[in-house]
Every structure is written in structure tokens, then in C-alpha cells.
């Protein structure tokens, strides 16, 4: 396949990653045609109080889910920076390594229904264009501010992004997979078995590390456990 000279970026706290990210990620970068798709996980999440797993867990769940798939990235660069994981400092920094290619910044339609209450948020569209992914119970639903900062800016085909470097904003559909980080670690917390909505690589290692409530994996299963286990 051809690709064109978009770079994406997809942040979150992926806490963890499951496959309503992966799968996403991956009709955007190949309907997308971008060269270069990068996952960003965040080292501190502003807008959370904290995470439950820590920033190089993540990361490693990360680099897991995306070992074999070439088109695939992880980025380090927030978990690597001190201080809370602002977008605009990912995008400006990202920006100064690609200069003037399409950069895509990526969220989930709940997480655009939020953007204007992301650091520094209109800096966002003078560094990239806005790609909203949809997603299970989320409709748009903008802001005042958000909306009128948004207008005049939205394009219906995804290769328009490809004629500028920022600016402008897509909705583009993806496959509906109603997975969310909180459900698998409520399912974990309980004893239940997420298996299928994560991959087995990275259920794994949640187990081998004693992550969102499991016991660690050398640890004696309980008597009661009943749920079978993936290792
Ligand atoms: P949590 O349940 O902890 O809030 P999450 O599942 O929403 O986590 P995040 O890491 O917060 O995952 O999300 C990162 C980005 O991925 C956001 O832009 C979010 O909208 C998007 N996203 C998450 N899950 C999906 C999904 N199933 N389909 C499409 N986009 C998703």
C-alpha cells in the first residue's frame, strides 16, 4: 500500500489497552494511508486523578499489543517527560520533528466532547488536524466554545486532511466495539476472565505482574477461584 506523509497520534491513558483502541488504530492508519500511526501513552493523565497501573506498565502492555503489526507505534515521549501529559506539549514537540506534514491527533468521540477542557486546547488545531473516532454511547455533543472553535472546519472525506498540515477536522467511523479500559478492570478486580477484549499478550502480563487486582502469577490461585485463566 501507499502510504502519504501523515503522521498520527493516538493518546490515552491506556490503562490497559484493549482492542476497541487497537482495532481504531488500525482502520485509521490503513484508511488513512498515514505513514507513520503512533499510540501515546500518557505518563500523568491531567484530567485523572491517577492511573491504576503505572506509566512503564502501560507501556509495556502497549509495546505488546502492537509487537507484530509494523504500522503500529508507541510513542514513550509523555511517559518520559516530567510534570502532567498535555497534548499541546506532545503536538508541538511531535511538530518540530516532522515540520510540515499532515499531523492527525486522534481521539474517541467522548474524549472530543472534552477537548475544551484540555490544557491549552485551541493551540491543538494550529498544530494538527482533529480525527474523531466514534465510539459505542458516545454521541457528539460540543461545547459552546468548542463548537464555534470547531466550525468551518470540518471535512467529509479523510484525504482532505492530506492537502494541510492542521486545522481541520474529520469524524470517521470505525467498528463499534463497546470495550472500555474501566470494564476489563472491573472484570479483573472481580476475578472474571476479560479474555477477547484484550490481547492474550497483554492479559498475560497483567497477570504475571499482579496488575488491577490480580494476583501476581506465581502466587497460589485461591481455593474458590473459579474462572479460568489464560496462562
Ligand atoms: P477508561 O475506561 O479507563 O476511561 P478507555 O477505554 O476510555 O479508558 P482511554 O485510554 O481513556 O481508554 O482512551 C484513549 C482514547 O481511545 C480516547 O480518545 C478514547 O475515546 C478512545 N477509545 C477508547 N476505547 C475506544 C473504543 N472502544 N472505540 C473507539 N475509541 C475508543
Same mark, same amino acid.
Given at each position: 500500500?501507499?502510504?502519504?506523509?501523515?503522521?498520527?497520534?493516538?493518546?490515552?491513558?491506556?490503562?490497559?489497552?484493549?482492542?476497541?483502541?487497537?482495532?481504531?488504530?488500525?482502520?485509521?492508519?490503513?484508511?488513512?494511508?498515514?505513514?507513520?500511526?503512533?499510540?501515546?501513552?500518557?505518563?500523568?493523565?491531567?484530567?485523572?486523578?491517577?492511573?491504576?497501573?503505572?506509566?512503564?506498565?502501560?507501556?509495556?502492555?502497549?509495546?505488546?499489543?502492537?509487537?507484530?503489526?509494523?504500522?503500529?507505534?508507541?510513542?514513550?515521549?509523555?511517559?518520559?517527560?516530567?510534570?502532567?501529559?498535555?497534548?499541546?506539549?506532545?503536538?508541538?514537540?511531535?511538530?518540530?520533528?516532522?515540520?510540515? %506534514?499532515?499531523? @492527525?491527533?486522534?481521539?474517541?468521540? !467522548?474524549?472530543?466532547? /472534552? +477537548?475544551? =477542557?484540555?490544557?491549552?486546547? *485551541?493551540? #491543538?488545531?494550529?498544530?494538527?488536524?482533529?480525527?474523531?473516532?466514534?465510539?459505542?454511547?458516545?454521541?457528539?455533543?460540543?461545547?459552546?466554545?468548542?463548537?464555534?472553535?470547531?466550525?468551518?472546519?470540518?471535512?467529509?472525506?479523510?484525504?482532505?486532511?492530506?492537502?494541510?498540515?492542521?486545522?481541520?477536522?474529520?469524524?470517521?467511523? %470505525?467498528?463499534? @466495539?463497546?470495550?472500555?479500559?474501566? !470494564?476489563?478492570?472491573? /472484570? +479483573?478486580? =472481580?476475578?472474571?476472565?476479560? *479474555?477477547? #477484549?484484550?490481547?492474550?499478550?497483554?492479559?498475560?502480563?497483567?497477570?504475571?505482574?499482579?496488575?488491577?487486582?490480580?494476583?501476581?502469577?506465581?502466587?497460589?490461585?485461591?481455593?474458590?477461584?473459579?474462572?479460568?485463566?489464560?496462562?
Amino acid at each position: 500500500m501507499i502510504r502519504n506523509r501523515a503522521v498520527a497520534i493516538f493518546g490515552g491513558t491506556f490503562d490497559p489497552v484493549h482492542y476497541g483502541h487497537l482495532r481504531a488504530a488500525a482502520e485509521i492508519s490503513e484508511r488513512l494511508k498515514v505513514s507513520n500511526f503512533r499510540l501515546v501513552p500518557a505518563g500523568q493523565p491531567p484530567h485523572r486523578t491517577g492511573t491504576w497501573a503505572e506509566p512503564f506498565h502501560r507501556l509495556a502492555m502497549l509495546e505488546l499489543a502492537v509487537a507484530s503489526y509494523s504500522d503500529l507505534h508507541v510513542d514513550e515521549r509523555e511517559v518520559l517527560r516530567d510534570g502532567p501529559s498535555y497534548m499541546a506539549d506532545t503536538l508541538a514537540s511531535v511538530r518540530t520533528e516532522v515540520t510540515s %506534514v499532515p499531523l @492527525l491527533l486522534c481521539v474517541g468521540q !467522548d474524549a472530543a466532547n /472534552q +477537548l475544551h =477542557r484540555w490544557e491549552r486546547w *485551541r493551540e #491543538l488545531l494550529d498544530l494538527a488536524h482533529l480525527v474523531v473516532m466514534t465510539r459505542p454511547r458516545s454521541e457528539p455533543s460540543y461545547a459552546e466554545e468548542l463548537a464555534d472553535a470547531l466550525a468551518g472546519r470540518h471535512v467529509k472525506r479523510a484525504r482532505d486532511l492530506m492537502d494541510s498540515p492542521a486545522g481541520l477536522v474529520c469524524h470517521v467511523e %470505525v467498528t463499534q @466495539l463497546a470495550i472500555s479500559s474501566t !470494564d476489563i478492570r472491573h /472484570q +479483573l478486580e =472481580r476475578g472474571w476472565d476479560p *479474555r477477547f #477484549l484484550l490481547p492474550a499478550t497483554v492479559l498475560s502480563y497483567i497477570r504475571k505482574h499482579g496488575l488491577y487486582g490480580t494476583a501476581p502469577a506465581d502466587a497460589a490461585p485461591s481455593s474458590d477461584e473459579t474462572s479460568p485463566r489464560n496462562e
